[in-house]
């Protein structure tokens, strides 16, 4: 995600893209920040399908999905517990408490799809001779939805990346990195390596260092 939005960020207040991007096979030529952000559009919606299949096979789809009203209420009820720093007491390798519920649906079931939708829409893969379907849904639509979900993701990320450090870092760490309920140092060092990776790949997403990459699957130039 981290690389995603810096990607999109760098397509969208691009001047002059450092270096152009032709596939092999032939087709539109585009920036090389924007061949990057669809690569990893990509590799993220693989992902997604993969996630929401073992979701329903595995039957977890019932942890993150509603089933009734009542977790609107309950989510306020979590919330404001948040803001006053006192924790809700739900144990989340057992069960999510209502605002995690929420809040996990919204992103795998709307922001998420909303995303690729929008993203598709902008994409050198729209068919642009599609008139009447060009008219239904507009590119400056999908613009203007698309921007704000990135800033959603933006904020849910800082939001739970606080509260997995302040509600318990090593269980939660535990938890997402591990896999285990054990309090240990497991998903600590999981979770450092990861972010080494990540830091990695923020100052590797170079022009310099993408070209031989790109290269693989198409032509870099210069214009």
Do not use: C
């Amino acid at each position: 995600m981290v690389l995603i939005i810096r990607s999109g960020l760098q397509v969208r207040h691009q001047q002059k893209p450092p270096a152009f991007y032709t596939p092999k096979k032939g087709g539109k030529k585009v920036s090389i920040n924007l061949w990057l952000h669809t690569g990893l559009d990509l590799l993220w919606l693989a992902n997604g399908v993969v996630f929401v299949v073992l979701l329903f096979v595995s039957g977890h789809w019932a942890r993150i999905v509603p089933t009734s009203w009542e977790v609107f209420p309950n989510a306020l009820s979590a919330a404001l517990q948040y803001a006053t720093m006192e924790w809700p007491v739900e144990d989340a390798w057992v069960n999510y408490n209502a605002l995690q519920q929420l809040m996990y649906f919204i992103i795998v079931f709307i922001a998420a799809p909303v995303a690729a939708i929008t993203g598709v829409r902008m994409s050198e893969w729209w068919p642009k001779d599609a008139a009447t379907l060009n008219k239904i849904y507009p590119a400056p639509l999908a613009r203007a939805i698309h921007f704000p979900t990135m800033l959603f993701f933006v904020f849910f990320i800082l939001v739970h990346v606080f509260l997995v450090f302040t509600t318990g870092l090593r269980q939660n760490l535990g938890y997402m990195f591990a896999g285990t309920n054990m309090l240990g140092w497991a998903g600590l060092i999981w979770f450092l390596v990861a972010m080494v990776v990540v830091v990695a790949g923020w100052f590797a997403a170079r022009p310099l260092l993408l070209a031989p990459i790109a290269n693989l699957f198409g032509r870099v130039s210069s214009r």
